[in-house]
């Protein structure tokens, strides 16, 4: 089983809707990431957070550290939003990553 | 502020030739990290340094792998021999210190190399 499980793997929607990406973890954490990578493109961080909620324009992320659970949340989406959603945990001193959620936004 | 820079961003093959990556990382960071990502699967590390030592390198395959940063800014990943499974991206990555918890590692925009 990995240390890092995201859901669902692949997911497709039409512009405008609300989306929300899924990942669980099964180790000790310092702080868990949410990264962006668009095909061909390197990555992007898009959140870092150890407890509670970020939000950053469109972007919301939440933590739940007794579940060991954390969603990530896109609303209003757009073809541009299209991209893999990478969860990863940082635990002494490294991140461990899953492995990936891949979403297209139709208009 | 630069990002990090890697070279070349594609590298094509042929099996048992070697082939070297470059990385610049953002000036002023500590810590450097290669990271080999197949395709389908999450990055996977290959190597850690913390300025020009080595913190963790025990995923690199080091029969034919190797890495270093010699004076703890730019860094080099080399294969020598290709193998067809090391066809995927190469991601470089830095941050300003890994003793600090929680830190933000920036990313390269990758080497995709296929091994033919």
């Known amino acids: 089983k990995n240390e890092v499980e995201q859901s669902p793997q692949n997911l497709t929607a039409q512009e405008g809707e609300f989306i929300t990406i899924n990942c669980s973890y099964s180790?000790?954490?310092?702080?868990l990431h949410w990264l962006q990578q668009h095909p061909g493109g390197g990555i992007v961080s898009l959140f870092m957070?150890?407890?509670g909620k970020k939000k950053h324009g469109r972007l919301i992320a939440t933590i739940n550290i007794q579940e060991k659970h954390s969603s990530l949340h896109i609303t209003a989406s757009h073809p541009r939003d299209s991209a893999v959603y990478i969860c990863a945990v940082g635990s002494t001193d490294k991140l461990i990553f899953g492995t990936g959620t891949r979403l297209q936004v139709f208009p | 502020e630069a990002g990090v820079a890697q070279s070349p961003r594609y590298k094509i093959i042929e099996k048992r030739q070697s082939v070297a990556f470059w990385c610049n990382p953002i000036?002023?960071?500590?810590?450097l990290y290669w990271y080999q990502q197949i395709l389908g699967q999450g990055p996977k590390l290959l190597i850690q340094f913390q300025n020009n030592g080595v913190v963790d390198d025990s995923q690199l395959p080091k029969d034919r792998f190797s890495a270093e940063r010699l004076k703890g800014v730019d860094s080099t990943l080399k294969i020598q021999p290709a193998k067809l499974e090391d066809s995927a991206v190469y991601l470089c990555?830095?941050?300003?210190?890994?003793?600090?918890?929680?830190?933000?590692?920036?990313f390269g925009p990758g080497t995709r190399l296929l091994v033919l």
């Open positions: 990555a830095s941050s300003l210190d890994r003793r600090r918890a929680q830190e933000t590692q920036y």
């Open positions: 000036s002023g960071h500590a810590t």
């Open positions: 180790v000790g954490i310092s702080a």
């Open positions: 957070l150890s407890s």
